[in-house]
C-alpha cells in the first residue's frame, strides 16, 4: 500500500487517469494541468503544472510517469 498522499492511477482507455489524495478520489486529470487544480483544491495551494513535475516523487505514479496519458 502507497504512503503517498497523492496516487495517480494508470491511464484509461480514454488517457483519465484517476486521481486520490489522502485515500479520496478527487477525479480524473487528463494532463498536468488536470492534476495540479485537483491538487490545489486538496490544499496544495498555488500548484501548478511546473510545481507538480518537479515534486513528483511524492506522487505515487501507477502504470507510467509524469509524460504518460495515454494506455
Not at 496516487?7 to 482507455?13: D, G, I, K, Y
Not at 492534476?35 to 507510467?64: C, M, S
Amino acid at each position: 500500500m502507497s504512503t503517498a498522499r497523492v496516487v495517480v492511477q494508470p491511464p484509461a482507455e480514454n488517457g483519465g487517469r484517476r486521481v486520490t489524495v489522502d485515500g479520496t478520489f478527487v477525479g480524473v486529470a487528463f494532463s498536468l494541468h488536470d492534476l495540479a487544480v485537483f491538487l490545489e483544491r486538496a490544499g496544495l495551494e498555488g500548484w501548478d503544472e511546473l510545481d507538480v513535475a518537479a515534486h513528483a516523487e511524492l506522487i505515487d505514479w501507477r502504470g507510467g510517469g509524469l509524460d504518460v496519458w495515454e494506455q
